[in-house]
């Protein structure tokens, strides 16, 4: 899919662009603490959990602070991250074993306890096919809490879907297209959380279980 070939150039060069002028250290410990008050607000207590994975990890995803959890993240940049980013080192993570991958090209004989899959879904490629694989990766009474940006317009989305306003997100879809395609998988239970509110976008978070 060439948008999402374009978008994963864009999203290393945003990355790039971002971080030029912010000192690693102090990044990494807002960015801890982010993710702390981010657990709360989902109410999710890492400790109750073993394995985890944290798909579409990027360079500072939610496993930083899983320190306690034998992890497994993914991104198809993860190896240009490490090279690339002054944030980012992978072995400042033993913990943690990283994958140069797509989602839904990620092949493993694990299942997990818990996934994450934070502002990630609508970078994928395969949109279908990647809840598909992570339903897949999910235990029978595991844990799904996967985020995304969606749109708020229905008149905007088939414009955002034909013209490069949202370049990093070659997935534009709406919160009913999310509701669907989970309540397509039968979760045991669903919540869905709203996180941000902007002028086009809501953020939400979906904490899903199998």
């Known amino acids: 899919m060439i948008r999402w070939k374009i978008a994963q ?12 002028n912010k000192e690693p250290k102090a990044y990494l410990e807002w960015k801890k603490s982010y993710w702390s008050a981010f657990l709360i607000k989902c109410e999710i207590d890492p400790s109750e959990y073993i394995q985890c994975l944290d798909s579409g990890c990027g360079p500072a995803g939610i496993f930083i602070i899983l320190d306690n959890l034998q992890v497994d ?9 490490n090279s690339s980013l002054d944030i980012f080192d992978m072995s400042a993570y ?11 090209n990620f092949q493993t004989d ?7 899959c934070l502002n990630a879904i609508n970078h994928v490629s395969h949109w279908k096919k990647s809840f598909d694989t992570l339903w897949q990766l999910l235990k029978p009474g595991a844990t799904l809490v996967l985020s995304s940006d969606v749109h708020r317009y229905k008149l ?16 534009q879809h709406s919160l009913k297209d999310y509701q669907k395609i989970i309540h397509h998988y039968k979760p045991e239970s669903y919540r869905e959380i709203l996180i941000k509110r902007s002028a086009i976008f809501d953020y939400y978070t979906f904490v899903i279980k199998k």
Do not use: C, M, T
Not at 158 to 165: K, M, V
């Open 9 to 20: 150039a864009a999203e290393l060069r945003w990355w790039q662009r971002y971080l030029k």
């Open 73 to 81: 993240a993914l991104d198809p940049l993860v190896e240009k991250y």
């Open 94 to 104: 033993p913990n943690v074993k990283f994958f140069s991958s797509s989602l839904e």
């Open 110 to 116: 694990k299942q997990y306890d818990l996934i994450f």
């Open 156 to 171: 905007l989305k088939p414009i955002f879907r034909l013209l490069p306003g949202d370049i990093l997100h070659p997935q």
